[in-house]
C-alpha cells in the first residue's frame, strides 16, 4: 500500500493543504517532540496543533529536529477562547509563533466561536490582519456552526479558508459541510475516528473484513472521498503508517452508503453554541 502524503486540497486563497495530517490533541507536552518526529520520520508534513493543547513547544522542537525544509511542512495551531480580542488574538499569533519557534505558521484557526464572550467576530479582524500583512499563509475557524459562517458572509472581508468541525462517520454535520462547500471554506475534519469509537461499529468492521485492510482506514479513506482534510491522531508508528496508507482502499458505493447511515446526530466533543472554557490554564 502507498502512502496518500502527496494528496492535497486546495484552498480558497489557492494554498495546497496536505488531505492527512496528524493531530495532537491530548499529547503530553514532554511526549510530543518525540511523536512528531516520529511522524515527519514516517512522511507526514502536516501537523494540527493549539495553544490550548500545551504542546506547542514539542511540536516545534520536532520540526526543528527533523531538518526538513520549513516549505515543506503545514503547521497549523488555534487561537484559544481565554485569547479572544482584537489585540489579545494579535498578540496570542505571535505567542504561539515563538513557541513553535516558527516565523509564521501555515494556517490558525479560531477554536471556538465561544459565542458567550461575543469576541470571536474582532478575532477574525485581527486574523485577517495578520494574513493581510503577510504572517500567516491561511487563516480560518473552528466549530463554526451554519448561522456563524452566514454571519461572516455577511461582515468579513474574506472568509475562512478551512472550517475544522467534528466529522466521523456517527457524527457528521451535512449541513455546516454543506454551507461550507456553499461558501467555497474546505472542510476539516477532527476526531476523524470518532476517537476510535466509530471502528468498532460493525457496519465499518465488515468493510473493513470485506477489504482485508483495518477499520480505521475504511473510515479515513471515507473522509478523503468526500474531499475531507483529515488529522487523525495517534502516538503509535504503526497507526501513523496505516493511517496514511489508504490509496489501495477502494470503497465502492454500497461501502460508502453504509457508512453514510451511521449518523447519530450525537457529537463526542463540545457543543459550539455553549463551549466557553478559557483553554489557558
Ligand atoms: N478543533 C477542535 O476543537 C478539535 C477537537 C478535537 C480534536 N481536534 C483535532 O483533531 C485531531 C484528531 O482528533 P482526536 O484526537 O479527538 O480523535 P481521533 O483522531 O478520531 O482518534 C484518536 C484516537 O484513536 C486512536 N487511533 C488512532 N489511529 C487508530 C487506528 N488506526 N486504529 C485504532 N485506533 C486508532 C488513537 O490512539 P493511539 O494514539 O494510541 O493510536 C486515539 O485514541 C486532534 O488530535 C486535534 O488535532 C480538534
Redesign the pocket.
Known amino acids: 500500500m502507498t502512502g496518500s502524503f502527496a494528496r492535497t486540497v486546495s484552498l480558497r486563497d489557492g494554498t495546497a493543504v496536505p488531505q492527512v495530517g496528524l ?4 499529547v503530553p507536552a514532554d511526549e510530543a517532540q518525540a511523536v512528531v518526529e516520529q511522524a515527519l520520520e514516517v512522511g507526514y508534513r502536516h501537523i ?2 493549539a495553544a490550548a493543547y500545551v504542546n506547542e513547544r514539542g511540536v516545534g522542537a520536532a520540526v526543528r529536529a527533523s531538518g526538513l525544509p520549513r516549505d515543506e511542512l503545514f503547521i497549523t495551531s ?1 487561537l484559544r477562547n481565554g485569547d479572544q480580542g482584537y489585540e489579545r488574538t494579535l498578540r496570542a499569533y505571535d505567542e504561539t509563533c515563538e513557541r513553535l519557534g516558527l516565523d509564521a505558521l501555515d494556517l490558525y484557526l479560531i ?2 466561536p465561544n459565542p458567550s464572550a461575543g469576541l470571536w467576530r474582532d478575532s477574525w479582524r485581527a486574523l485577517q490582519r495578520i494574513r493581510a500583512e503577510g504572517r500567516v499563509t491561511a487563516v480560518g475557524v ?2 463554526f456552526l451554519v448561522e456563524h459562517l452566514d454571519e461572516l458572509a455577511v461582515f468579513a472581508d474574506q472568509m475562512p479558508a478551512i472550517n ?1 468541525i ?1 466529522l ?1 462517520p456517527t457524527f457528521q454535520q451535512a449541513d455546516v459541510a454543506a454551507a461550507c462547500r456553499a461558501y467555497g471554506i474546505a472542510v476539516e475534519a ?7 469509537a466509530d ?1 468498532v461499529h460493525p457496519s465499518v468492521t465488515s468493510v473493513a473484513d470485506e477489504l482485508g485492510v ?1 477499520p ?1 482506514q475504511v473510515v479515513l479513506r471515507w473522509h478523503l472521498d468526500k474531499g475531507h482534510v483529515v ?6 508508528r504503526h ?1 501513523m503508517l ?2 496514511a496508507s489508504l490509496e489501495s482502499v477502494a470503497l465502492t458505493q454500497e461501502h460508502v452508503d453504509a457508512i453514510n447511515a451511521l449518523g447519530t446526530g450525537r457529537r463526542i ?1 463540545g457543543d459550539p453554541r455553549t463551549f466557553s472554557i478559557s483553554q489557558i490554564r
Do not use: M
Not at 493531530?23 to 491530548?26: I, P
Not at 477532527?190 to 476510535?196: I, N, T
Open positions: 493531530g495532537v490533541f491530548q494540527d496543533t488555534k477554536h471556538w473552528s466549530n475544522q467534528e466521523h477532527y476526531s476523524p475516528l470518532g476517537q476510535g471502528l483495518t480505521a488529522i487523525p491522531k495517534s502516538v503509535s497507526r496505516a493511517n466533543g
